[in-house]
């Protein structure tokens, strides 16, 4: 996040303008309109890349709708987030993409239906600065230690694993609680045994 890239204001205003195809059903089986695989692979050509493999076209396919849809509709997203002029014109973001949308997304889509990211204004930030980070950049007008600060206040995953080890933490303390508290209460029988 040491360079500074677009503004923020800009690439949350256009995910408030994702159009309808870009949130259309990724294509699952055969099933849904979108094929993810071809949106990212012309992308990643226009951020000044080659075009998708057939074994990395592979990551953005599916036959199963419950486990895919959702990263495959994000996948849709993010896409149109990195084809915005600023990404394009640089033409050195390609293999960053692909690292993001093949793995970037994947722990976020099991938390965050996707078509929030394109209307809460909340995720739309979120998925931004998740996509700046991804790409080495900060919000044009931010220092790093603010753009860290805000994506750490936005970021739905690492919420969750906050949220997951309090609650790990206070089951160890109801545990020794318990523990204790069995402890104290032989002790007192015991006390009581030999008077």
Not at 18 to 29: K, N, S, T, Y
């Amino acid at each position: 996040m040491k360079e500074e890239g677009p503004l923020l204001e800009a690439l949350t205003h256009r995910l408030a303008e994702c159009p309808a195809d870009f949130l259309a059903e990724p294509r699952i089986g055969k099933s849904g309109a979108v094929h993810a695989e071809a949106v990212v692979s012309d992308l990643l050509r226009d951020l000044g890349g080659a075009s998708l493999t057939p074994a990395q076209a592979a990551v953005f396919q599916s036959k199963d709708a419950r486990k895919d849809r959702n990263r495959l509709s994000l996948v849709l997203i993010g896409c149109w987030l990195l084809h915005d002029e600023w990404f394009r014109k640089e033409q050195r973001f390609a293999a960053q993409a692909h690292s993001f949308l093949s793995e970037g997304l994947t722990e976020l889509a099991a938390l965050v239906p996707a078509p929030q990211f394109a209307s809460d204004a909340d995720r739309r930030e979120e998925l931004v600065r998740l996509c700046l980070r991804q790409l080495g950049l900060r919000p044009g007008g931010e220092s790093e230690s603010q753009a860290l600060d805000r994506l750490t206040t936005l970021n739905t995953a690492e919420r969750q694993r906050v949220i997951r080890a309090a609650r790990e933490a206070e089951e160890r303390a109801r545990a020794i609680r318990e523990a204790m508290a069995k402890k104290a209460a032989e002790e007192a029988a015991d006390k009581w045994t030999r008077e």
